[in-house]
């Protein structure tokens, strides 16, 4: 055999026994895991159950004043609704106030001892609302629609801490005239029912929860935006922005 022969024969065995190319793998896709994230998690879950037991016993108040003022309830004097931590009672005109005047009737001031007498162990700031309608009014006394609905506020409120049962310090009053209307002022039943004082009861978040919030607002602002929009989303609830 010839040395070309031997060229070609060893030529042919190393393409048969060297081991191929292994084929490139990819690299394995590792995710970091964060060893907080679990806590964070657990924190914002925390401070969002603190605020549903706060909004149960926002909840529990509310039922008290609806059952105190069942009578009046069912005679249509008063509503009630709640959202969130916030209770507002809603007194209509009729039967409240003579038209154009903030003058408590006497058939009303009973209603507000009832009202005095729950509300003195319902926590919370108290913000006293004047509501009318869009019709001016045409008085010697008031000179227009926000004088009256503050007026009107004003005797609400001094009714309410007059006694003494309540810090007045809770207090605040204001008169909206026409421009938080319930519904289109179009009709007389409509007008009728956006002349009304509403009593706000804010009762907000207790320190407990804001300590909570303002520690994920410092360690977890991401975090922090989340609890901030479920609670807007689910009770209404703001506590700011980051």
């Not at 909004?55 to 609806?66: D, G, I």
Request: aromatic fraction near 4%; glycine fraction near 6%.
């Amino acid at each position: 055999m010839d040395l070309a022969t031997w060229l070609l024969v060893f030529a042919a065995a190393g393409a048969t026994t060297s081991p191929a190319h292994p084929q490139s793998e990819q690299p394995a896709c590792v995710t970091a895991v964060d060893p907080r994230a679990a806590e964070r998690t657990a924190a914002r879950n925390a401070v969002i159950d603190k605020v549903v037991a706060l909004v149960k016993q926002t909840e529990r108040e509310s039922v008290a004043l609806a059952s105190a003022l069942s009578r009046e309830i069912a005679a249509g004097v008063i509503e009630i609704e709640t959202n969130g931590r916030t209770i507002v009672l809603r007194v209509k005109d009729r039967g409240s106030f003579e038209s154009g005047s903030a003058a408590l009737t006497s058939d009303f001031k009973p209603v507000l001892k009832i009202m005095r007498g729950v509300l003195k162990n319902t926590s919370g700031a108290i913000r006293v609302e004047g509501h009318t309608d869009d019709v001016p009014v045409r008085s010697a006394q008031f000179g227009s629609n926000l004088a009256l609905s503050s007026a009107r506020a004003v005797a609400v409120a001094q009714a309410l801490f007059q006694d003494g049962s309540i810090d007045e310090s809770r207090f605040t009053a204001i008169g909206y005239a026409a421009t938080r209307p319930l519904v289109p002022n179009d009709s007389s039943e409509a007008r009728a029912r956006n002349r009304r004082v509403e009593i706000v009861i804010e009762q907000g978040l207790d320190d407990d929860v804001r300590r909570d919030l303002d520690a994920i607002r410092r360690s977890d602002s991401e975090g922090f935006q989340r609890v901030r929009i479920e609670l807007m989303r689910r009770f209404g609830v703001s506590i700011g922005d980051a």
